[in-house]
């Protein structure tokens, strides 16, 4: 009996992690493009990646609700939230997440994905149906509809785009005449 018991708690303690929530901090010094530091937060409970971009003024929150298929990225400088669904053919799945950030690559490695997104100007009005962690992010602020963009190079675009890169793995860029007027 104490063999089974002790067994199981083994077992127990294996297993743990892959339920946990879990933070990786990269402090992001070789990007040129001076992103600050970024910290990617995955919870495999409820199946979504939290990344954060700490750089003052144009700072960002992106989460990634994998279980309903929806993004939203929160532009803190834009007081605004924008929402695309997630191309599971470029953002990685949250186990290929969670490789590539404990892996560190960083420059020199593949070039980063890239997703270019057409905000809509007319607000969401009802952030439910994009499941409840995006809604509770954006509450509260302007929130947008994006479409991708689709071709492997989008064309170019004549209105600001701003951008949200997550670390070396993907490059996003949110386009529309809505982030000019913030």
């Known amino acids: 009996m104490k063999a089974t018991m002790l067994f199981i708690g083994l077992l127990g303690l294996c297993i743990t992690p892959g339920f946990a929530n879990y933070n990786i901090n990269v402090n992001d010094d070789n990007n040129v493009a001076g992103s600050g530091q970024q910290s990617v937060n995955i919870n495999n409970a409820h199946n979504v990646a939290n990344v954060d971009n700490n750089n003052g003024w144009d700072s960002w929150n992106s989460l990634w ?77 302007p929130t947008y509809m994006a479409e991708e963009i689709p071709g492997p190079n989008p064309p170019f675009y004549s209105e600001k785009c701003y951008d949200a890169n997550i670390l070396w793995i993907l490059n996003i860029s949110f386009c529309g005449s809505t982030l000019q007027n913030k």
């Open 65 to 141: 609700d994998y279980e309903n298929g929806f993004a939203a990225t929160r532009l803190f400088a834009k007081k605004s939230c924008i929402v695309h669904k997630m191309n599971n053919d470029v953002m990685p799945s949250l186990q290929a997440l969670d490789a590539l950030v404990k892996k560190r690559q960083g420059p020199g490695g593949p070039p980063p994905k890239v997703l270019r997104y057409s905000v809509n100007p007319n607000q969401v009005d009802d952030l439910t149906k994009y499941g409840q962690n995006i809604a509770g992010m954006c509450h509260g602020l």
